[in-house]
């Protein structure tokens, strides 16, 4: 990054000064939820928005319970950061691997426990609940790379080929959509069927059922169409 970061008063991109300070509190917000919830400890885990072609990250290192509007820190799609003058999160790559190749609007990196010991036991997280559909099937494991380099984005990338979530090896998740709360469903959600198959998996002498191919097709077409409708 050879740029000098310029500040929120800068217009930066053109967008609205507005826009993007209300898409930093929401992804403030969310990062708070990642430790409320106990998916992350500390400062693991990030989080990301993209508002047009600005995409805002957590920082490194800093605690998100002291992160105020003036901290704000954006990077364009190239990495070179424009916004803020915090150092952006070391896992900066995988997270614009994402917004670069997907329809990504937000990612949620997280440490989650459950599903952190999944990645270290399989290469595919069994479906063992309807709610894989909701992922675009079977949730892949990511093969290991060292954290924050380019070896890792790849690596997830094709883990997430036709899924909106994957598992890193021996690390942790990463779930993306097209908002914050539906990115952060997501986690929640995967961190959920993991914790339930190791429930299932450890009954001695039993073997999860797990669903079929057509049954989680099905599953993820109806859960498409899940929630409330516009009545207008």
């Known amino acids: 990054m050879t740029d000098q970061p310029r500040d929120l008063d800068d217009n930066t991109c053109d967008l609205r000064k507005g ?16 430790v409320a919830d106990r998916l992350v400890v500390g400062t693991s885990g990030n989080v990301s928005v993209r508002v047009g072609d600005l995409v805002l990250v957590t920082p490194s290192g800093v605690p998100y319970d002291r992160l105020a509007p003036g901290d704000v820190t954006g990077v364009d799609l190239d ?9 952006p999160t070391s896992e900066l790559p995988m997270h614009l691997a994402v917004h670069r ?3 990504a609007r937000a990612v949620v990196h997280t440490h ?3 599903a952190t010991a999944v990645s270290t036991l399989l290469t595919e997280l069994p479906p063992v609940h309807y709610m894989t559909g909701a992922l675009g099937g079977p949730v892949r494991v990511a093969p290991y790379a060292t954290y924050g380099t380019e070896e890792l984005a ?34 929640a959600q995967l961190e959920w069927m993991c914790h339930l198959w190791l ?3 450890s009954v001695p002498g039993r073997t ?11 599953a993820g077409e109806k859960l498409s169409g899940y ?3 516009d009545a207008r």
Not at 20 to 28: D, F, H, P, T
């Open 112 to 114: 989650a426990v459950h």
């Open 208 to 218: 999860p059922n797990l669903l079929t191919e057509e049954q989680i097709r099905e």
């Open 101 to 103: 190749t997907t329809d």
């Open 19 to 34: 826009e993007i300070a209300r898409a930093w509190e929401q992804l403030v917000a969310t990062a708070r939820r990642t």
């Open 227 to 229: 929630g409330q409708r």
């Open 154 to 187: 790849r690596n997830l990338l094709d883990a997430l080929t036709g899924r909106t979530a994957c598992l890193l090896q021996n690390h942790g998740t990463l779930t993306y959509g097209a908002t914050l709360d539906q990115a952060y469903d997501r986690t």
């Open 199 to 201: 429930t299932a998996a």
């Open 79 to 87: 990495g070179r950061q424009v916004l803020g003058t915090l150092t």
